[in-house]
């Protein structure tokens, strides 16, 4: 059990680190760009990371459940080169989408945001891609703390790039949104060249992209219905709203991500577990990380709803005012984001693709109906309210599914010799 808290604490320092430099481009971009700008940045990474949520096809998901019934690495190579072709692929169509998107509705689509601004941004689409499943692939061979180095990396790169191209050149959104780009593109660059050194290198194999593409579908409406739950948000209110307005939820958002850190990093240890040893005898470790992450999130509530204004006046400047009750509203949702993201590698390693799809796109519909129909009509604080409400509802399923893996954990444990 040390061993694992060492990699908590080591996966956590790097997302940490992670979370220190994407607060220094918030600033950067906040001060510069004012809530405007910051409006016009958020919206364009939030449909860019659209396409990439639909475009990635839980292919990630499909390798964790693989590694987590194969004790050899024999199969990663041919793997990575198969997710890499598919990729290629589903980048190319998902740009020309876009593209025809764009000029067949005059810009509607995006609701006018500028053609330039949506072509840097839709750069980072395949490396954006690749990101989880690059991640899953390293957890496979065990190489987690390679892939922290990976992501130390890319979040230098990346505020590197917004300090200079931004505060210094004065290049406004176009600037910012290379942050991104650097922090994806070279965490790419790092996960393969480390796949290539540690699995060699394979041809893509129709039959592995056949298995890969059955099983990450099955679960691939999950992942479109988590963006939905807590994504969707900024397209919503940038739709019916200002750009500062949308500018306030996605930073409210962002502080609200930015707390579960310690859960993420928690859960990316709990995969690599998992991933080696399987869901059952992974469970009692996991059990202990959940329910003493659960516990430390809970107390930092309060906290955090104190600190709130102070927090945000310090990160973005007083013009961001307006985000505080949006953030704090938005606090109610932690316990039900905490165990949901501590839960999903039990989901995922099960092999409850179906029914973790279907309960995650029920949340998501409902998410986005109930801000498509309260946003217009009670403003931005009802995307905050929403958030909360299918959080708590997503608490009450998980919930019930920590009982089942515990009874089932139990009853394999007992009938080992």
């Given at each position: 059990m040390r061993e694992t808290w060492f990699d908590i604490a080591a996966t956590t320092a790097a997302k940490v680190y992670w979370l220190a430099a994407g607060l220094v481009i918030t600033f950067v971009t906040a001060r510069v760009l004012g809530p405007d700008g910051r409006g016009v940045f958020a919206a364009a990474t939030a449909w860019v990371t659209l396409f990439s949520t639909i475009g990635y096809l839980s292919l990630p998901q499909a390798v964790i459940h693989r590694a987590a019934t194969q004790r050899s690495t024999s199969w990663v190579a041919e793997t990575a080169g198969t997710l890499v072709t598919i990729y290629s692929i589903v980048t190319l169509a998902g740009g020309g989408v876009a593209a025809v998107l764009y000029r067949a509705s005059g810009g509607d689509a995006f609701d006018h945001l500028p053609g330039r601004v949506l072509v840097v941004a839709f750069l980072t689409m395949p490396?954006?891609?690749?990101?989880?499943?690059?991640?899953?692939?390293?957890?496979?061979?065990?190489?987690?703390?390679?892939?922290?180095?990976?992501?130390?990396?890319?979040?230098?790169?990346?505020?590197?790039?917004?300090?200079?191209?931004?505060?210094?050149l004065g290049w406004g959104v176009m600037g910012a949104l290379l942050a991104p780009l650097a922090y994806y593109g070279l965490y790419a660059v790092v996960t393969v060249g480390v796949l290539l050194s540690r699995a060699g290198i394979a041809r893509p194999a129709m039959a592995t992209a056949r298995w890969f593409l059955a099983s990450g579908l099955k679960l691939h409406l999950n992942a479109v219905g988590a963006y939905l739950v807590s994504g969707a948000h900024v397209l919503i209110v940038n739709a019916f709203r200002t750009p500062a307005d949308t500018a306030y939820i996605q930073l409210a958002l962002q502080l609200l991500t930015a707390m579960q850190i310690l859960p993420m990093a928690a859960a990316t240890v709990a995969s690599s577990i998992i991933a080696r040893e399987g869901s059952d005898r992974a469970w009692r470790r996991h059990r202990t990380l959940l329910v003493t992450l659960l516990s430390i999130m809970i107390v930092a509530i309060p906290i955090v709803y104190t600190l709130a204004p102070w927090l945000i006046r310090l990160i973005a400047g007083p013009e961001f005012g307006p985000a505080v009750p949006l953030f704090r509203v938005a606090l109610c949702a932690v316990p039900g984001m905490t165990v949901s993201v501590l839960m999903a590698p039990q989901w995922i390693a099960r092999g409850y693709f179906l029914t973790t799809a279907a309960i995650t796109t029920a949340l998501g519909l409902a998410s986005v109906a109930g801000s498509w129909i309260w946003v217009p009509r009670h403003g931005t604080i009802a995307a905050a309210w929403v958030v909360v409400g299918v959080y708590w509802t997503s608490l009450?399923?998980?919930?019930?599914?920590?009982?089942?893996?515990?009874?089932?954990?139990?009853?394999?444990?007992?009938?080992?010799?």
């Open positions: 490396f954006m891609l690749w990101f989880e499943t690059g991640n899953a692939l390293l957890l496979s061979i065990g190489a987690l703390r390679l892939s922290n180095v990976a992501q130390l990396a890319g979040a230098t790169l990346s505020m590197i790039a917004v300090l200079v191209c931004v505060g210094a009450a399923v998980n919930t019930g599914f920590f009982f089942f893996v515990n009874l089932a954990a139990r009853r394999s444990s007992s009938m080992e010799p």
